[in-house]
């Protein structure tokens, strides 16, 4: 056995940074001497993440945090999933202009996704109804805004969690310096690098000097160690995403009157699209554009006049960001998390996930004082296909929507940079075969298991949302169903058994205003 590693530096205290320390705490915790360095800043305005739900079983389960505990610490609301709204040209039948991605998987039929059947049925029948509600129970919850749970806490639907990411960061700093971890407050200044490149030390503005085995890199779009000191190049993909840059705010909402919404909205704009997510009280919301289309200060009209804002009593936030990844996320004994290692816009709630799962391989390939190269290039692999396949997910969305009215949206449309493997699954999509399967269809046992999640992260459900909300569909159903019709009979049954669902959940399900208020004990 090689040399084990003690000392590890962390550096940087937002999301990224705490979510590792109480992570590799709680993993390996007591062979390990774990520091991590923050510089004194003012408290941000936070204005609200959105996640997935594998947050809870991949991160929080593993530390022992049951989802109420958290959720009351952090002021958590629920999301069961994304509503997009203005994403087409037209509005649909119904005149309406949103759709759902909504979270789990559909059923399948004789191992075929119930959206092939949808389509299938469609196409005989010439029947409007959208896809998500053909086949998911949950969209007429979504819109009625009920809870994910019952008032005695069954579970009804899959969901994720809506929250502000700096009260997520200072609950499981709290947690870390509990277990151990030593917390410094301290601007790092230097970075020593030994003469074979590894980093030896990091001298601080108090002058401090920290030396380690490993050191982690949580310091955001800066990248101070594996950009700025190592020299790694980042791979910058804004020829693939059109979008740089944000105006965010945070907006008071009337809860008791509106009701708070389960789930983000995405709004498409004229050069980009909104972001809305709605807690207690609130919804954080932020315009994401692309500077090569719009001045700053049109942006920002733009989205005050979304939201009827008075700009002298809303602050305003101004975001500039960069898309695309580290060539490598881990070189020598540095490992860059977070923003420091890759971004993409948030449209699919992505930024806290890369966090997790990126941690998740870390402990994985946890490595010795030898830091055999093989496991480097592993985790090396497993970032680079996590954030590509991503990437091609985000690209779908915008090279789907029928949206053409700016030269934002018709440059989408006509100059995007695609992928070899996006290509592939576009072409499969319209021969009307399955694109990626999901291992299975039962969300309990599909989130969570990360070995098998990880790998089929975008499964043929999601796909199907985006592809069938947008209008973007198949020339043809998959042939193969009118050869079959008793499968034909058995979706039938399927999309009733669905509908039946929904009319009994609709009767147990308290709003998700009641159920939130009960949690946090609003008025209590
Ligand atoms: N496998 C992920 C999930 O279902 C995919 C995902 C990421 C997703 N962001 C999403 C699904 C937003 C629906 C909405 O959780």
């Not at 949103?98 to 559909?106: C, D, E």
């Not at 700053?296 to 939201?307: G, N, P, S, V």
């Amino acid at each position: 056995m090689g040399k084990a590693i003690r000392d590890v530096v962390i550096v940087g205290g937002g999301s990224a940074g705490w979510m590792t320390a109480s992570y590799i705490s709680k993993a390996f915790g007591s062979q390990l001497n774990i520091t991590l360095i923050e510089a004194d800043t003012i408290p941000k305005l936070g204005v609200g993440e959105a996640t997935i739900p594998n947050l809870q079983k991949v991160f929080f389960d593993f530390l022992g945090i049951p989802e109420e505990e958290w959720m009351r610490r952090c002021n958590a609301s629920f999301k069961c999933g994304i509503k997009f709204i203005n994403w087409n040209k037209e509005p649909d039948t119904a005149g309406n202009n949103y759709f759902y991605h909504l979270f789990g998987q559909v059923p399948n039929v004789d191992n075929i996704p119930l959206t092939h059947y949808w389509l299938h049925r469609q196409r005989e029948k010439n029947d409007i109804e959208p896809m998500q509600y053909a086949c998911y129970s949950a969209a007429p919850l979504l819109d009625e805004k009920l809870s994910p749970y019952m008032l005695d806490g069954t579970q009804a639907m899959s969901h994720a969690w809506h929250f502000d990411a700096h009260l997520v960061a200072d609950y499981l700093r709290e947690l870390s310096v509990g277990w151990g971890v030593n917390h410094v407050v301290d601007e790092v200044e230097h970075v020593e690098l030994k003469p074979d490149g590894n980093i030896a030390a990091l001298t601080t503005h108090k002058g401090g000097r920290y030396e380690a085995d490993l050191f982690i890199d949580c310091s955001g779009f800066r990248g101070l160690l594996i950009n700025q000191a190592l020299k790694e190049p980042f791979i910058d993909m804004s020829d693939q995403l059109l979008c740089d840059s944000a105006v965010a705010a945070n907006i008071p909402h009337d809860d008791e009157h509106n009701g708070i919404e389960p789930y983000t909205s995405a709004i498409a704009m004229k050069h980009g699209w909104t972001w809305k997510i709605p807690m207690l009280g609130r919804f954080g919301s932020g315009y994401v554009f692309s500077s090569k289309f719009v001045s700053r200060d049109e942006a920002t009209e733009e989205f005050i006049k979304l939201w009827d804002l008075d700009p002298n009593e809303i602050k305003l936030n101004q975001i500039k960001f960069r898309t695309g990844r580290n060539r490598r996320s881990w070189v020598k004994n540095c490992v860059s998390i977070g923003t420091s290692s890759c971004f993409l816009e948030p449209l699919e709630s992505t930024g806290l996930y890369f966090i997790y799962a990126a941690i998740y391989q870390l402990v994985k390939h946890f490595p010795d004082k030898d830091f055999n190269p093989t496991l480097i290039a592993r985790f090396n692999e497993e970032i680079e296909e996590m954030f590509d396949d991503c990437r091609d997910f985000i690209q779908t969305h915008y090279f789907t929507t029928s949206r053409d009215d700016t030269p934002f949206w018709r440059a989408n449309k006509h100059d995007l940079q695609l992928s070899d493997s996006l290509k592939h699954k576009l072409e499969t999509y319209k021969a009307g075969l399955v694109v990626n399967m999901p291992p299975t269809t039962d969300a309990s046992s599909y989130y969570g298991n990360f070995e098998i999640e990880f790998r089929n992260f975008w499964t043929n459900s999601n796909y199907y949302n985006m592809f069938a909300g947008m209008g973007w569909l198949p020339d043809n159903p998959l042939p193969k169903l009118q050869y079959r019709p008793e499968t034909i009979e058995e979706a039938k049954k399927m999309f009733s058994a669905l509908k039946k669902e929904t009319a009994e959940l609709k009767n147990k399900l308290p709003s998700t205003y009641e159920y939130l208020k009960k949690l946090h004990r609003v008025g209590v």
